[in-house]
């Protein structure tokens, strides 16, 4: 049961951004290819949630860009308010290794 809700909330949203994307003729999600934010780069936020707030929407997730120091995780933001175009707000938050646990994990 709790995957049918998971699987009802992605088709949801899906169904959401590709309506606003259409109705606004600005650009279109094609799934299975790169989502770029408003520099061109690939958007880093993986296993991530939107919330929103008045009129902006803000995207957190995980990032996993190449280079970054494996001895920490990193929580990207972005800020959107049409849900298909996107604006980068950098590292939000640094969490140490969870299976290296020292007696911090947020930093």
């Keep these: 049961m709790k995957k049918s809700i998971r699987t009802w909330v992605v ?4 169904t959401y951004v590709t309506t606003q994307a259409t109705a606004q003729n ?7 290819e790169l989502w770029p934010d408003q ?8 296993g991530g949630g939107i919330i929103k707030i008045g009129k ?3 995207w957190y997730g995980e990032e996993r ?8 995780r990193y929580v990207s933001c972005y800020t959107s308010t049409d849900l ?3 604006k980068s ?11 290296n646990l ?3 994990w947020v930093l």
Aim: glycine share 10%; no cysteine.
């Design 11 to 14: 088709v949801m949203f899906l």
């Design 26 to 32: 600005s650009h279109i999600i094609q799934p299975g």
């Design 39 to 46: 520099n061109g780069n690939h958007i880093q936020a993986h």
């Design 56 to 58: 902006a929407y803000y």
């Design 65 to 72: 860009a190449k280079g970054l120091d494996t001895n920490y």
């Design 84 to 86: 298909t175009n996107w």
């Design 89 to 99: 707000l950098g590292d939000v938050l640094k969490l140490s290794d969870p299976e």
């Design 102 to 104: 020292g007696s911090k």
